[in-house]
């Protein structure tokens, strides 16, 4: 059963059990996302890889984070930075190009274990200063991290980690970091996506299964953005950090 897993419509309709396993890792992953603006396609494919080819895991949840970007983007759109992603943006871009080449030409295995050990020192660097703590930086910064993200995301499919401490030394409130982290988010999924479809990755089965998980997204978000208006902001910060963790642990593994 678990070499014929696929994330197809096909299959999916066949295996309500598959659908409903699915189903639940999509709900979570959703729910973190909803609560603290990111960590959906980490836990995603991260767990969905133990059942699904990586082939098919990634192209679908690339469409559920843009979906997850374009809802929580609009519902927060009045909360956006725009003065942030004025340098995030183009930074991403100019990385994403850098990452493709980067991936081409290296062993990605020892990128992947840079990135884990950055991310981890961020997070103990952030705990002995205290998030609240944390010296602002000023906006430019916002161009060098942005090409960051933009490599990690070409070489490990989301570039959050980066951005995630540009924006919390930013010292955005909550709402605000979750809100400009979606405009960058969805610049990053589009990119994504038109490579996918340019590369075949993503065929029609795997669209009409990605149609088949939308409730559970539309359902973790919901249910996430009750427990984000409800913490309170050292809460939300420890929340991002504790995620932050876990992805620097990933990446070392």
């Known amino acids: 059963m678990i070499m014929q897993a696929s994330l197809s419509y096909a299959i999916l309709i066949q295996n309500p ?21 990111f960590g959906s396609g980490l836990i995603s494919v991260a767990l969905l890889t133990l059942i699904f080819p990586i082939k098919e895991v990634v192209p679908v949840v690339l469409l559920l984070d843009l979906l997850g970007s374009v809802l929580l983007g609009a519902y927060d ?4 930075r725009w003065p942030e ?16 080449f980067i991936l081409a030409d290296t062993n990605a295995q020892n990128l992947t274990r840079f990135l884990g050990v950055f991310i981890l020192a961020y997070v103990v660097y952030a705990l002995a200063m205290k998030p609240e703590r944390l010296p ?4 430019p ?14 070489l490990y499919g989301g570039g959050g980690p980066p951005i995630v401490a540009y924006l919390q030394m930013r010292h955005l409130d ?6 400009t982290f979606q405009g960058i988010a969805l610049t990053d999924n589009i990119l994504r996506a038109v ?6 990755l993503l065929t029609w089965q795997l669209t009409v299964g990605f149609l088949l998980l939308i409730p559970p997204v539309l359902l973790g978000l919901w249910a996430g953005n009750h427990l984000h208006m409800r913490i309170n902001q050292r809460a939300f910060l420890m929340g991002t950090l504790a995620v932050l963790a876990v992805v620097g642990l990933k990446y070392l593994i």
């Open 174 to 179: 909550k709402r605000a970091f979750r809100a």
């Open 17 to 37: 059990l598959l659908w409903a396993i699915a189903g639940g890792i999509i709900l979570v992953a959703f729910y973190v996302r909803a609560v603290i603006g």
């Open 141 to 154: 910064w916002g161009m060098p991290l942005g090409i960051f993200g933009g490599v990690v995301g070409s």
């Open 77 to 80: 759109f009045r909360e956006m």
């Open 195 to 200: 490579m996918y479809i340019a590369l075949a």
């Open 136 to 139: 602002r930086v000023a906006l």
């Open 85 to 100: 992603l004025r340098w995030l943006i183009p930074g991403s871009v100019i990385g994403l190009a850098i990452g493709s």
